[in-house]
């Protein structure tokens, strides 16, 4: 019963946002309310279904056929209202027509959802929410988690957020050439932070969440198939996501929830992932801008490599540097105070670590530890202290209390 159950949750990711897609963009965003419920309906009608009768041998088939009918027969019941009861009931809905569950249908219609979810009218965070939403089947209650808020809260966001889509008359359209080209950027941002939401999750005590990086992953080839959202930028996010991805194997093991980096199995790592990786990174080199995902990137490139070689950490230095130059984040900093290290060791770092005072940043007080570890153990010990105290889950808290003990 459990696998069954997991199994429909899969399936509910898999399928929720492209049904909302296809429904939404046949009947137009003033109804993306109503989409949801019909396909949560479906998926209601199947658990009570399959329950009974066991998975069809074509689970997808099964849910678009019964959205079609679900669907249809709404419209077709309202029309019958407009025509004899209340004529106000559906304003807009001149004809019912079967809807198309065709892939490249679905494709299409997923797209422009995308592009019409990142339209600038609608505030950033409530982008996020109603892409967590609409494009990737999450529930509220895991929406609120990765927010770290209520479920109301976001309740009251995602309404606002499709009002919104209702008082701008936000249309799912791919936006003309020039459009594109500036909310590109937005969407790029979304994909981003959902992979970084799975990658390292602050979610449900989870490190990792493949299924936010997995998501995250499918939206952006998503972008690849289409020659005006294909460009260097996009290109080099999904090579950045590709070489990340392949080492999840080998971050993750039996009871250990989370495996750093250095003592992780190279063997491990995901080689098709790390090839896919530099195919999309070979892409992103045409044409001249230089984005942030391209210099993220390389750097997760030379992360594939486990060797600690001069000329490896040399290069992410100068990644690091040309990076904070163009988008400047504590992570950022942190990271290439780490790279200087390895190339000029613990005083040159420590030198520009104490400048930064990260004092609410557990990272901070892990690379601390990192630097005092042979110049003064006790000033390491401590910050693994402070650390502790400002991790964000208990995964982590455990992993940095391990490292105090070894430290005695």
């Known amino acids: 019963m459990e696998k069954e159950h997991e199994s429909l949750k899969r399936l509910f990711q898999q399928e929720f946002s492209k049904m909302v897609a296809v429904i939404s963009k046949r009947y137009g965003l003033e109804h993306i309310e109503l989409a ?26 099964w849910l678009y056929l019964v959205a079609k009918q679900k669907t249809i027969h709404h419209f077709r019941r309202n029309k019958i209202l407009e025509t ?11 004809e ?9 249908n679905i494709r299409d219609s997923q797209l422009q959802m995308i592009f019409a979810i990142c339209n600038p009218a609608i505030a950033a965070e409530a982008q996020i929410g109603l892409a967590l939403r609409i494009l990737c089947g999450f529930g509220i209650g895991e929406i609120a988690e990765a927010f770290l808020t209520n479920k109301e809260t976001i309740n009251k966001r995602l309404f606002r957020a499709k009002e919104k889509l209702r008082t701008e008359n936000i249309r799912m ?10 909310r590109i950027d937005n969407v790029l941002l979304i994909i981003y932070l959902l992979f970084n939401e799975g990658y390292y999750s602050k979610t449900n005590d989870q490190i990792l969440r493949r299924d936010l990086c997995l998501e995250a992953l499918r939206l952006g080839t998503m972008l690849t198939a289409y020659e005006r959202t294909n460009l260097p930028k996009t290109n080099a996010l999904l090579a950045l996501m590709c070489f990340h991805a392949s080492r999840f194997n080998a971050r993750q093991s039996g009871d250990n929830p989370v495996i750093l980096y250095e003592e992780q199995n190279e063997k491990r790592w995901d080689s098709a992932l790390i090839g896919q990786g530099l195919y999309f990174l070979n892409l992103s080199a045409r044409g001249n801008e230089i984005s942030p995902y391209h210099l993220e990137a390389r750097i997760a490139y030379w992360h594939c490599m486990k060797e600690d070689t001069a000329e490896k950490w040399e290069d992410i230095l100068q990644l690091y ?57 006790g000033k390491a010990k401590s910050s693994l202290e402070k650390a ?21």
């Open 36 to 61: 949801e419920d019909i396909v949560s309906e479906t998926f209601l009608l199947a658990a009570e279904t399959w329950g009974i009768k066991g998975v069809p041998p074509n689970p997808a088939a």
């Open 84 to 94: 004899t009861v209340i004529p106000e009931l559906t304003s807009g809905i001149n």
């Open 96 to 104: 019912v027509e079967e809807l198309n569950f065709s892939q490249e």
């Open 173 to 182: 359209e791919l936006p003309p050439e020039n459009e594109i080209i500036r």
């Open 321 to 377: 540097d040309k990076l904070l130059l163009i988008n400047y984040s504590p992570s950022v900093a942190l990271n290439r105070i780490f790279a200087l290290y390895k190339v000029k060791g613990s005083p040159a770092a420590l030198a520009e670590a104490e400048k930064l005072k990260l004092e609410d940043n557990h990272f901070y007080f892990l690379l601390l530890a990192e630097l005092y570890k042979d110049p003064d153990p």
């Open 388 to 408: 502790c105290a400002l991790a964000k889950t208990l995964t982590e808290k455990q992993k940095i209390r391990e490292r105090i003990n070894r430290l005695g």
